[in-house]
């Protein structure tokens, strides 16, 4: 597996740029987030990044809180009761990913790459898939070709084929071709979220 210095879009810009839309993402999530459970807008978690390099990631919360103090570490899942019904809406629009363009700004992140994962999980992965760890030869992204190919509940080993498939291919014209594609992608949203906003309300 050939080693890439990263994502040929996104590594350094305006800061302003970046810090614009999660400013007015937080305004909104913070009104709509008092009518939910009134807890913290954002959420940090450990993820790994390019030579499996930990950072802090930030998004904005989209479940209860401490949602993993009893079950521990784990992926979510199609139909997770952990969310609450505001991160439903944000995870279906992807809204709960803007502050990860604080990420990209402070150079964990690139706009393009594959999904930065927690350490716990990843450890558990490489003990049956040991070519996991080939993602981590470029820096983690805000998306990716497994974003623009499946959703949340995508299969990991379907993932990882798309992942893999970007490292070994990837260049400014395919960060073009991903970054295009995510945009309706954002805008249609998740046909699975509808489904269980659908169902709660």
């Known amino acids: 597996m050939t080693e890439h210095s990263g994502s040929p879009i996104g590594d350094t810009t305006d800061p302003y740029v970046y810090c614009a839309a999660p400013v007015y ?39 209860i809180m401490g949602a993993e103090e009893k079950s521990g570490p784990q992926i979510a899942g199609k139909k ?15 809204i709960d990913e ?9 150079g964990d992140m690139s706009f393009v790459g594959p999904r930065p994962e927690r350490p716990e999980i990843i450890a558990e992965i490489v003990e049956d898939v040991p070519e996991y760890t080939f993602r981590a030869t470029v820096p983690a992204g805000l998306t990716g070709y497994a974003q623009v190919h499946g959703d949340y509940h995508t299969e990991f080993l379907d993932k990882l084929k798309w992942d893999l498939m970007y490292i070994e291919n990837h260049s400014l014209m395919l960060d073009l071709k991903i970054i295009l594609m995510t945009v309706p992608v954002v805008l249609r949203g998740s046909d699975d979220v509808w489904l269980i906003i659908n169902a709660n309300i």
């Open 25 to 63: 993402g937080a305004v909104f999530c913070h009104r709509i987030g008092s009518g939910s459970d009134g807890g913290d807008v954002f959420y940090r978690q450990t993820r790994c990044t390019k030579d499996m390099r930990n950072f802090e990631i930030i998004k904005f919360r989209s479940m």
């Open 80 to 94: 997770d009761e952990r969310m609450t019904r505001v991160g439903y809406v944000l995870r279906k629009f992807k």
């Open 98 to 106: 803007l502050p990860q363009l604080i990420n990209i700004f402070r």
